[in-house]
């Protein structure tokens, strides 16, 4: 469960640092969006993030909860949130060092 809580919460941040990626260099790869196709495209990105994201933390909870192991989907919730917020915590730490 360990395991499992952890890999979700990097797959997560990893997606995150993909995205942030992508905002940062964006208009270097894409050029400069004066149309529809900018906000459409970060609108899409959004939905899309909030549908992965979602899966990856409260996908497999959901299923197991509804199979009946509610204490393990809410101990596995538990731990993935927890793992995101070690990560988080990293993340800030290292923006500190690098100022």
Do not use: C, H
């Not at 101990?75 to 990293?90: D, E, S």
């Amino acid at each position: 469960m360990v395991y499992t809580s952890a890999r979700n919460a990097i797959l997560t941040a990893a997606y995150v640092f993909l995205v942030s990626l992508i905002f940062q260099y964006g208009e270097k790869v894409f050029g400069k969006m004066d149309n529809l196709i900018g906000p459409a495209a970060f609108l899409m990105i959004f939905v899309l993030s909030a549908a992965l994201t979602g899966t990856l933390i409260l996908g497999e909870p959901v299923l197991m909860y509804l199979d009946g192991k509610k204490k393990e989907a809410v101990k596995l919730f538990g731990l993935t949130i927890l793992f995101l917020a070690i990560i988080t915590v990293v993340i800030f730490i290292i923006n500190l060092i690098l100022k």
